[in-house]
DNA sequence: AGGGTCTGTCATCAC
DNA sequence: CCGTGATGACAGACC
């Protein structure tokens, strides 16, 4: 019993650090408020991977000592050196120091084991909270162990004497007869805050058995109380009601002064508690609670350390489908929970059924993590994954931040084609003439003008700059090539149609305004006749005018408004062909401007959307990281339940002091905020609303 | 010589 | 109905 004692006061004590990590939790609440599932359900599910064996395994390897797990000398100080350790880790948990000393104290000074050797099955941990009754009289799942006792039962006091009852409560009974000592009542005070009881119960059958059938349901029962009340005396194990058989053990201890930070961190359980029994208890299943199967987006909080913490049984985390036996058991209780891969460890053994055939509801979670989480199986996996969120993604950033890879001309403004206009035909002419023919409305990307104006200063008065199209192309392209502007003039097109002013209004028609071609080119042909020069590089609408005697120039016939164009035809008799050469002219050379403008338009759009496209690629990254931020945390959080609720689960023992199978038994949480330890064959749903009327029940 | 690009032109549609 | 802009398609010039 008196390693009973010990185990049953680990479990207090490592179930506190796992209330005190929920505590944490509510941080991370506030960010990920309904997606966090209810700590019962966190807590749900059966996982086979808790054996003692297990247990030690993990220890050991995790410590990376080769312990006898039988040792109980060895279990307690590595125990106590994990917990320590465990407190370290928990970098935010705000859980003080004093009072984890005073728990190893307390866990020391084991001394007298409550005997409730009582064939009760029962063991009831009920925090001597018998303070207030938060939760009401029902609240009382607790009450099961605590069967007869009175609605202060929380009978953290009542030790039950059952054979069940393990001893916690024998340890606050026995430390209290010891001599009370202080240091034991400062324990029992802090514990007490988190009642706890563990009550084992008949099941109907009433056929209570150590083999744990699913006729019986074992109890453990965490009852939270903002301030613990508990009368050492009434730790006397007459008070354990007979009827649960159940032994009631609590923390007794008058609550002097309750460390405020764990009251508040236990307030804050409480609140998230029951917003959580809130979400879950609108839902059938809740009770069954799968994890975090509220939905909602919030934004993360980060108080949750990211720090790795790697647990060695992580690796296989999520097993997606349970094939059989012990498996099946793990994902049908976690699986659900999105706690399956941690909490359960593939190699368990489990020979009930589906104790969690708890409904499986859309879980938030999963819906974050089966994306891209729950395929990846291993640490391995998540190590990759960090690795993107941190190097890849940033790089990813980087370079979509970077235009390296588009070379867009930031200047352009997607909006406005103009802007871009303006910028290519700056940058291609660096003219500051900007008057356009633009009355006739066609001209509104035809700044070639300006570009004309240059050449035709130069005799080439075709005044189409010949790089402006292909120049804002490659400077969508490569911005770099802007420095290769003079090379542009290589380029022969022929630009006759944008004519500048200058020529537009020429009034020597005769003159051969328009040569049409680069002046490169023409230096190139310095060796031809003028006139050749001309005709050869005049476009072709210009020496047919030239052919046909046209007196003005195309420049006219194309952007003089069409009251003016009237006017220029009255003024001149022209012949039948000549007014149909003249109007071909006229619409060619404004749908060469219409095309040119068309086909800015259309860079335009292109770039826009490449604008868009990176936009979104920027975005996706950053969602990325921060999907990956939220994956880690969240596996780190499950990390740290897993270990937690596992030590609790080991530490666990039945009134013959054996560990209960992880086979057959898994944590529980039900809607009230106490932690049940239920055989597998029981529907969370089912024990999660009736124990406490089963247990009022049963009392009377 | 072949392919890509640019440009002009035509046909067509819409306003 | 005409003038004009927009645009797809085609062809020629050029690289």
Redesign the pocket.
Known sequence: MLYLKKYFTEGLIQFTILLSLLGVRVDVDTYLSNQLPPLREIILGPSSAYTQTQFHNLRNNLDGYGIHPKSVDLDQFFTTRRLLNRVRQLDRLSVPSTELNTWLVHRDSETAVSTGSQSSPSITLDNGGGLEDVNGPDAAPAMRGGGGAPESTYNLNAPDTGPGAVAPEGNQEQGGRDGNDDLTKEVLQLVSSFAVGNTCERGEGGTHTHTHTHTHTTTFTCCVFPAPVVAPETASNEEVPSTSQGLALAPQLPPEEPPLDLEQQWQDIMAIMDSDSGTSGSTESNAAGSFGRSSGSTPVNQDVSLHQASLPGCSQDFPQVPSSGNSSNVNATFGATNLTGIFLPPHVNSSSTNVTSTPILPDPFSNLLEESMLDEISLLDLAMEEGFSQAQASQLEDELDSDSGLSLDSSRSPASPSSSETSCSSAASSSSTSATFSE???V?YSTDSEAATVEAEEGAVGG?Q?????LC??SYQDPSQFHGLPQLG?????????LPLSSAFAEQPELPVSVG?KSVRDKHSKLQPAQDLLDKHA???ERRARSMKIPFANEKIINL??EE?NELLAKHHLSEGQLALVR?I???????M??????K??LDTIINLEQGVQDLRRDKTRLLKEKMEFIRSIRQMKQKMQSLYQEVFTQLRDEEGRPYPPSEYSLQYSADGSVLIMPRGVTTAEQSRKPEKKQKDKKK
Do not use: I, L, W
């Open positions: 006739e409305g066609a509104g189409y010949p790089g402006y199209s292909k192309r490659m290589g380029v022969g097109h022929n630009h006759t149609y944008n071609k476009s072709r609408d408004p069409v164009f071909d006229r619409r060619r050379g404004k749908n060469k219409a095309a040119q403008n068309c086909r338009r259309k």
